[in-house]
C-alpha cells in the first residue's frame, strides 16, 4: 500500500504543501479561481516546473495567450523549459497544447506548436485532443510516472459557448478522463467574477477542490490572498493566507495567516 505521501502531487509552491498534507491527491482536479492578474498562471507555472525538475510529464493547454509567451513567461524567474519540449519522445516531457490561436479569427494565424485545437469552440474536437494527448502519453510514460495537467484558463471556452449545459458536460468528461489515470492531476483556472456565481459554483461542485486568489486594497496598497475553499480528502486550514510573486514564482508565507 502506498504511504500518504506517495498519494500525492507537490505542488512545489512554496509554503503550501505543508499546508495540504505534502500536496495534491493523485486523479485529482483542481478549480483555481482568481481575478485577471491575480497570479494563476503563475501558480500553474510553478506547478509545472516542480514537475519538470522531478522529471513528470506535463500537458499544458494554452487558451488566455499566445502559446510561445509560456518560456518567456517562466524565462522570467530562470525555468528554461525548451529543454523538456525535446523531438526525442523519450525525453520530451513538456506538451504545450495551443487552445488560443484557433480563437483569435485571425487569418494569418498559424499553427506553431504540433499540438492544437483548431477550433476551441469545438468541443468534441477539443476532448479529442485532450484525450489522444493523454492516451498517448500513458501509454509510455512508466507506472510511476506522474503526469500533471493544466488548462489555463477555461474562461475562453465559457465565453465562446453560450450554452453552460454543454460547457459542463465537455468539463466532466475532462475530469473523468483524469480521474481513469493512476497518477495525474490538473488544474483548470478560471477568472473570478467573469461568469457569474451559478458558473463558479458549477465549477467547484465539478472538482470538488478548490483554491481562490483574492486581491484586498487595505489603506492603499494591495495584498494577495489564497483560500484554500476545499481538497476532499485533505486536512486545510479555512484562513487567508497571503502570497506574492517573488524571484521564486508564486510564494505563500503559512506563519501568516488571518
Known amino acids: 500500500m502506498e504511504s500518504k505521501a506517495a498519494e500525492r502531487i507537490p505542488t512545489g509552491i512554496e509554503g503550501l504543501d505543508m499546508l495540504i498534507e505534502g500536496g495534491l491527491l493523485k486523479r485529482t482536479t483542481v478549480a483555481l479561481l482568481g481575478q485577471p492578474g491575480a497570479g494563476k498562471s503563475i501558480f500553474c507555472e510553478n506547478f509545472v516546473w516542480e514537475g519538470l525538475k522531478r522529471n513528470d510529464y506535463i500537458l499544458y493547454f494554452v487558451l488566455d495567450f499566445p502559446p510561445w509567451e509560456l518560456a518567456r513567461r517562466m524565462n522570467r524567474f530562470h525555468w528554461d523549459i525548451l529543454p523538456y519540449k525535446s523531438e526525442d519522445p523519450l525525453k520530451k516531457r513538456l506538451y504545450v497544447v495551443d487552445a488560443f490561436s484557433g480563437s483569435t479569427d485571425v487569418p494569418q494565424q498559424t499553427f506553431k506548436e504540433q499540438l492544437f485545437v483548431k477550433n476551441p469552440s469545438n468541443l468534441d474536437e477539443f476532448f479529442a485532443v485532450f484525450d489522444g494527448l493523454l492516451q498517448n502519453v500513458t501509454s509510455y510514460a512508466s507506472y510511476d510516472s506522474v503526469i500533471r495537467i493544466v488548462l489555463d ?59 481562490l486568489l483574492v486581491r484586498r486594497i487595505d489603506e492603499g496598497e494591495t495584498r494577495k490572498f489564497l483560500r484554500i475553499e476545499h481538497l476532499r480528502e485533505t486536512y486545510h486550514t479555512n484562513k487567508m493566507i497571503p502570497y506574492a510573486i517573488a524571484d521564486e514564482g508564486f510564494v505563500i508565507n503559512p506563519q501568516a495567516l488571518i
Not at 460547457?167 to 483556472?189: E, G, S
Open 153 to 211: 484558463s477555461v474562461s475562453p471556452i465559457l465565453s465562446m459557448t453560450p450554452d453552460f449545459s454543454r460547457v459542463y458536460r465537455f468539463l466532466r468528461r475532462l475530469v473523468v478522463r483524469v480521474n481513469l489515470v493512476d497518477n495525474a492531476v490538473a488544474i483548470f483556472t478560471a477568472h473570478l467574477g467573469m461568469h457569474g456565481k451559478h458558473i463558479e459554483t458549477s465549477l467547484k461542485q465539478l472538482t470538488g477542490n478548490t483554491f
